[in-house]
């Protein structure tokens, strides 16, 4: 009887707002982020920020899992790294996907080509 209770109890967590559990190398992600800011009047604020790049590495596993994204930014390339657990993360779209043979993409940096997209049957 006990081992119902807490199944329900298990069932009932709240589940992790991230869409996608499986953030993959090659992919080109949309991801909602909150960052908190401070207004003219000294008052924080909370807002959400959209970074739109592709995943150029992952890393770790289960809770410890992170990924890098990257997008070029008025001609300067932008890297940020974001633990998959992360309470800032709010909300992944995946817009596309590449086919990718590595699981770090380190050569994209200065890779003039594009990668070749993968083409999803639905």
Do not use: C, W
């Amino acid at each position: 009887m006990t081992d119902a209770i807490e199944t329900t109890k298990i069932q009932d967590a709240p589940v992790a707002a991230v869409a996608p559990t499986v953030v993959e190398t090659g992919m080109v992600i949309r991801l909602h982020e909150k960052i908190q800011d401070v207004n003219a009047k000294g008052e924080p604020r909370e807002r959400i920020q959209i970074f739109e790049g592709l995943v150029t590495a992952t890393r770790g596993a289960g809770a410890s899992k992170s990924f890098v994204v990257r997008k070029e930014s008025n001609g300067f390339g932008v890297e940020k790294i974001f633990p998959t657990s992360s309470p800032v993360i709010v909300k992944i779209e995946v817009v596309k996907r590449y086919k990718v043979r590595k699981r770090k993409l380190n050569f994209m940096k200065d890779f003039g080509r594009k990668l070749r997209e993968l083409v999803v049957k639905k």
